[in-house]
């Protein structure tokens, strides 16, 4: 990362732009009617839920990332950058050094209201679904199959996109369909899955399993087809060192899992209020995210 460290964000309040949403992690404000100006914070949610502690670099390493992959994948599809700086929109210099590499100026999409996840290994909610059922969100799988097992091919895996505070909810493709139509659906899913299979080759070869993950989608005034928000990043994939990968446990990982396995080592009903974090699980949260930012960074 090319930026000296900064205080950790944990919220915006931007004074010559609106506010459209807060989410979990992203601020999302007005520049015009065609764009807006997304800022990624350092906040982190675990289980659906924001925790109280910012991870500092977090969002500038997020946004780095995604920024890699929206410019590796362009020949796959398009994405919502434009291309803008960020300094053309907001003018006081406070405001511009913290968000100096956490911000992006984006085009104004109509957001497709699924999750396009993509599973290539069986673990999370997908191992236990898989214990209870033999199958992964109604697909059947193979029996025997060990925890952290490569599935005999990726599945698509759609969920809803839940509000902030709620949790999203795995849902079969017909319901996908009824939302958003079977042709535009189905696009989704191609397009998905064509990404998750390029990004799993190019990882693999700098040493980093990407697990699953999921895509978001937008829509312009033509119909076409846009990839949003993040893209392959330790908060929307697991990452997995290709050292440390066995199946029949969960691999160690570059992406939040850490702070997942530290929270169910609580009791806590996974409900807000988040218990706060120990300074050493921010610290090697933090050492985690860069580590994915460093072997995902070459071309």
């Not at 915006?12 to 764009?35: C, P, Q, S």
């Not at 995604?66 to 020949?75: E, G, I, K, P, Q």
């Not at 999750?115 to 909610?125: D, N, T």
């Not at 097992?149 to 369909?177: M, Y």
Request: net charge positive; with cysteine; hydrophobic share 40%.
């Amino acid at each position: 990362m090319s930026q000296t460290p900064t205080p950790p964000v944990f919220d915006t309040n931007l004074a010559g732009l609106t506010l459209l949403h807060r989410g979990k992690v992203r601020d999302v404000y007005a520049i015009d009617g065609a764009r807006m100006l997304i800022v990624t914070s350092d906040r982190l949610s675990a289980f659906d839920v924001v925790l109280p502690d910012p991870i500092p670099q977090k969002g500038r390493v997020l946004t780095e990332i995604s920024n890699r992959w929206f410019a590796r994948t362009t020949h796959l599809v398009p994405n919502h950058l434009t291309g803008l700086a960020v300094e053309q929109f907001v003018a006081d210099p406070a405001e511009r050094r913290m968000l100096a590499g956490r911000a992006v100026v984006v085009r104004r999409l109509r957001a497709l209201p699924v999750e396009a996840v993509v599973r290539g290994y069986l673990i999370g909610s997908g191992w236990k679904d898989y214990q209870q059922s033999g199958r992964l969100c109604g697909i059947e799988l193979p029996a025997g199959l060990a925890q952290a097992a490569r599935l005999p091919e990726p599945l698509f895996t759609p969920a809803t996109k839940a509000a902030r505070g709620q949790h999203d909810e795995n849902v079969p493709f017909a319901a996908v369909e009824a939302a958003i139509g079977s042709a535009l659906a189905e696009q989704v899913r191609r397009t998905a899955l064509v990404l998750y299979a390029y990004a799993s080759r190019f990882a693999l070869e700098r040493g980093i399993i990407i697990a699953d993950t999921k895509f978001e989608f937008g829509v312009d005034d033509q119909g076409r087809l846009i990839l949003i928000d993040e893209v392959l990043t330790p908060d929307s994939s697991r990452f997995w060192p290709v050292a440390g990968y066995r199946p029949g446990s969960s691999p160690p990982s570059f992406d939040k899992q850490y702070v997942r396995d530290y929270l169910e080592t609580l009791t806590w009903d996974k409900r807000p209020p988040a218990p706060r974090l120990p300074p050493e699980v921010i610290a090697k949260t933090t050492a985690n995210y860069l580590e994915a930012l460093r072997l995902l960074g070459t071309d």
